[in-house]
């Protein structure tokens, strides 16, 4: 009785704020309430890997700093996508948030409040319906909007500033990056936010077992092999909604987990123990029961590596590699995917995996087109359309994508194919890349409707 009182008053208030700091925003241009808008796009948004499989303790070094470039200066207003009703957006905030921690069904508690088209980002975490993607709002500065898309890894707290006042839409944190980024009062991610003055994403690889960033800070948990083998995928959901609560504290909003996968091989392959396990429906389960636990805490569940790096023939790192043949693809290995994308708000990272018989069958996945519309149509198995974000996996540090291709280039094509969010490890080469698509988007080779769809799903993630 006493969540339902805390429910409705805060619920109240949050609405009261909302209709007097933008009148009208209860009504849809026919003049239909929100809830009716609501009702009637009841479809869900399906909203990495930088995840170097070495043990965190190893000191895996982005490439070395360098003397950057600096564009036209972006100005941080453009940039931030942010909504012009601010006072609205905490509103609905501050509902949601008690929403989904009092309820045990957060999707069913956000929709019952009738206010999903004022969630803005976190209508990605709500079941009950998309904005649509018009109807986000991003930066009207080309650049800007580009700059949003683009995910780097940061050394510290300078570093990330910088990248930030760039324009980028978020930051990644490694195993190299100064831990003080996430534990000094005045130069952590609280005080960075609160300095570049808009919100951003912040990611990193917590997967379990050899992918663990900063350990000391957030732990060490199990493989997720030994997990699968030793807990119930409900004793999984509390481990990860525990994982994610110490992450949200910190202000992490992206983990690049959990591995779908399929377990093809070795401890010590390319992924391995990082997998749950060879039988698709375990993976799924218990990659379901992981995102799960994530979402609750706050934090953005990312499954990976589609279309699969389970079985391939070896590692991307260390250069191209092949899945087994396409039509097996679809049969087996990405039907993992299915009940994490139904059932929760995890969001995508496509591999440098090369899919065998896809296309030209010599293409990383990361920068092929079929594969992108593969995810997007859900053509395997049990599959369904895919209208989330899409990320990358690391496009500087590995092999796979590295030998053939320039940053920018990676990232140009990257987008082009299809993706969403490029991810790189280092902020160097960041204003190169913006530059390289602000071309493209000029002369045609990558058109603006790609460009406006993505920004428009990065805008509506849920943002920190």
Not at 93 to 119: E, F, M, N, Y
Not at 209 to 237: C, H, K
Not at 322 to 351: C, R, S, W
Not at 425 to 452: F, H, K, Q
Request: charged letters at 15%.
């Amino acid at each position: 009785m006493q969540n339902t009182k805390t429910l409705v008053a805060v619920t109240v208030v949050a609405l009261a704020l909302a209709a007097v700091s933008y009148p009208g925003w209860w009504h849809n241009p026919t003049g239909d309430h929100a809830a009716t808008a609501l009702a009637e796009n009841n479809h869900s948004p399906q909203t990495h890997r930088v995840d170097d499989p070495t043990p965190s303790t190893t000191s895996a070094q982005p490439p070395a700093a360098s003397s950057r470039t600096t564009s036209s200066p972006t100005d941080a207003t453009k940039a931030t996508g942010e909504p012009h009703n601010p006072a609205a957006l905490v509103a609905a905030h501050t509902a949601a948030k008690v929403a989904l921690h009092q309820s045990t069904h957060p999707p069913i508690a956000v929709s019952a409040l009738g206010i999903g088209p004022l969630l803005g980002p976190l209508a990605a975490f709500s079941s009950a319906a998309e904005i649509p993607l018009e109807h986000v709002p991003y930066p009207h500065d080309r650049r800007a909007r580009i700059a949003s898309l683009m995910m780097v890894g940061v050394r510290d707290y300078d570093d990330a500033l910088w990248a930030l006042q760039q324009g980028a839409g978020g930051i990644f944190i490694g195993s190299w990056t100064d831990p003080q980024l996430l534990t000094q009062q005045g130069r952590d991610l609280h005080a960075l936010k609160k300095q570049v003055g808009r919100s951003f994403q912040v990611s990193i690889d917590a997967e379990g077992g050899r992918v663990a960033r900063q350990p000391d800070i957030f732990g060490q948990l199990p493989s997720p092999r030994q997990m699968a083998a030793t807990m119930t995928p409900q004793q999984v959901e509390q481990v990860a909604f525990e994982l994610g609560q110490k992450l949200h504290d910190r202000g992490v909003t992206v983990d690049f987990a959990p591995v779908v996968d399929i377990d093809g091989g070795p401890a010590g392959g390319a992924i391995g123990d990082r997998s749950f396990s060879d039988d698709p429906v375990i993976a799924g389960r218990y990659a379901t029961a992981f995102s799960r636990g994530l979402q609750r805490a706050g934090v953005i569940p990312v499954v990976k590596h589609f279309p699969g790096h389970g079985r391939a023939s070896g590692d991307s790192h260390t250069g191209q590699v092949f899945t087994p043949p396409i039509t097996d693809l679809k049969q087996h290995d990405l039907t993992a995917y299915n009940q994490p994308l139904a059932e929760t708000q995890a969001q995508v990272m496509v591999g440098h995996v090369t899919a065998t018989g896809l296309s030209d069958g010599n293409t990383p996945s990361t920068v092929n087109p079929a594969v992108y519309e593969l995810l997007r149509r859900g053509d395997w198995q049990g599959g369904a359309p895919y209208h989330g974000v899409i990320f990358t996996d690391d496009l500087s540090g590995m092999k796979a994508i590295s030998d053939s291709f320039t940053l920018p280039q990676a990232v140009l094509g990257a987008l082009r194919a299809g993706a969403d969010m490029p991810l790189w490890i280092a902020t160097e080469g960041l204003n190169e890349a913006i530059d390289a698509v602000d071309r493209a988007v000029a002369d045609g080779s990558y058109p603006e409707r790609m460009l406006n769809q993505s920004a428009s799903r990065v805008a509506a993630l849920p943002r920190w």
